[in-house]
């Protein structure tokens, strides 16, 4: 993998006009050049693990996501077996189409509700075992066979901290776990503190109970021409970002990633002052120069591609990559 692959990939991108919506502020990360991400492709899924060749001639998708391929019929999340295990879900995808799952999409039903802990492209005609955490801490028991999709990511602070958590076990095990206490403490503090109780200790209350103000964000927040991805700050503190290949991956996922750090930007309602949004800008520049130089470590993708975990102080950053080129990227302040 060529060392300046990140580099070359946030040079080729720029900051557009700051989006405001209440305490919350959207920076648009706009593709430079017509093309340079949004080209549809085509992949080669015969083998795991390994680099793919993109084809631009072809004008079918590189992907679907999951909530399209949930819908296809096609695909099934499920528990790994009748007994479950927390920390991993079975996916299986009978379509022709690869799958992309992004870090922290939720998944609800089976034993529990689930967050998916890092991007993830499932080939098409394949079988994986996911590294998932628990989001519902008070449930044990079967609501139904299969998992459907949340319209949501992980909260925003919490994604962060897991990001950060999977990284270094990714480091220093091998493995793909998070700290799945820290998740679970996160969720019953942000829970109290938004008054989103829930018998079962589940994430989804604090969603469902913000609902009405959630979807207002969502509207406050629409994609603009040519962008790919979405960097966010409450009041003056700069959150993070994600940037994607594809301008169509951007305008389906973003309110996913509204919803999740909106979550945040209520939590922080009446403890922020208004943004100044030419200091926001100026630390969204900045943010995206320090993670442009952060080390990496890079290990075979679970799936298809490779996986670079971002490690410098004060990032939690992880990248999908594809043939050399950038999926998906989920960077962090922490």
């Known amino acids: 993998m060529p060392t300046n692959l990140l580099a070359n990939a946030l040079e080729s991108i720029e900051l557009g006009p700051a989006v405001i919506f209440q305490n919350l502020t959207m920076i648009p990360l706009i593709a430079k050049h017509q093309g340079t991400f949004s080209t549809p492709s085509t992949l080669s899924t015969s083998t795991l693990s390994t680099p793919r060749t993109i084809s631009t ?37 009978r379509g022709p189409t690869p799958v992309l799952i992004v870090d922290g999409e939720e998944l609800l039903g089976a034993r529990q509700n689930r967050i998916v802990n890092l991007t993830i492209l499932v080939p098409a005609h394949a079988e994986l075992t996911i590294p998932v955490s628990c989001v519902e801490a008070g449930r044990w028991r079967a609501r139904s066979r299969s998992f459907t999709s949340a319209p949501r990511t992980q909260f925003a602070t919490g994604r962060a901290k897991r990001m950060a958590s999977v990284s270094c076990s ?24 938004l008054n989103a109780p829930s018998s079962t200790s589940a994430m989804d209350a604090i969603f469902s109970t913000h609902a009405v103000s959630l979807d207002a964000f969502v509207a406050g927040c629409q994609p603009r021409e040519g962008q ?3 960097l966010f700050a409450i009041g003056n503190t700069l959150i993070g970002f994600d940037l994607f290949d594809q301008t169509s991956t951007l305008r389906k996922v973003l309110p996913k990633l509204v919803r999740s750090v909106a979550v945040d930007a209520i939590d922080a309602a009446d403890t922020v ?60 302040a922490v």
Do not use: C
């Open 57 to 93: 001639l072809s004008t079918l998708p590189a992907y679907l996501l999951l909530d399209e391929a949930l819908a296809s019929g096609l695909v099934e999340i499920t528990e790994v077996s009748e007994q479950g295990s927390v920390p991993d879900l079975k996916f299986v995808n």
């Open 228 to 230: 790919v991805g979405a």
């Open 170 to 193: 990714m480091i220093a095990r091998g493995d793909r776990v998070s700290d799945q206490a820290e998740v679970w403490d996160d969720i019953a503090r942000l829970s109290s503190r």
């Open 273 to 332: 002052e208004p943004a100044d949004s030419f200091l926001v800008r100026a630390l969204a520049a900045q943010f995206l120069v320090v993670t442009a130089k952060a080390p990496r470590h890079v290990t075979p993708a679970l799936g298809l591609g490779e996986d670079m975990r971002l490690s410098a102080p004060h990032i939690a950053g992880a990248v999908l990559v594809l043939d050399h080129q950038l999926v998906h990227l989920g960077a962090f």
